[in-house]
């Protein structure tokens, strides 16, 4: 895995919704293609999101014929990336 693809979505975990922060790596030399690559690739870039979560997110339109739309695909990952973690009394 491409250190720049990782860092490309390590630098975006909190500033992008998932589905505009993944769309990035179209642009990236090796980047998304498939929903292997999808669950392979945020696995290498955020090993604290569970497995399962990542192949419920895998079923994503962008990379799935009939798939669910972007807010679900955001909705699946938003603990994990899109917003900031809440802390206590904030």
Avoid: Y
Wanted: aromatic share 8%; glycine share 8%.
């Amino acid at each position: 895995m491409s250190k720049t693809i990782l860092d490309t979505l390590r630098d975006h975990q909190w500033s992008l919704k998932p589905s505009k922060m993944v769309k990035l790596l179209e642009d990236v030399p090796g980047g998304l293609v498939n929903q292997s690559t999808l669950v392979f690739t945020l696995r290498q870039a955020f090993p604290e999101i569970p497995l399962r979560v990542l192949i419920e997110a895998s079923g994503w339109s962008h990379v799935c014929v009939g798939g669910f739309d972007d807010d679900e695909f955001d909705l699946i990952l938003a603990p994990w990336i899109g917003s900031p973690p809440r802390t206590k009394g904030g």
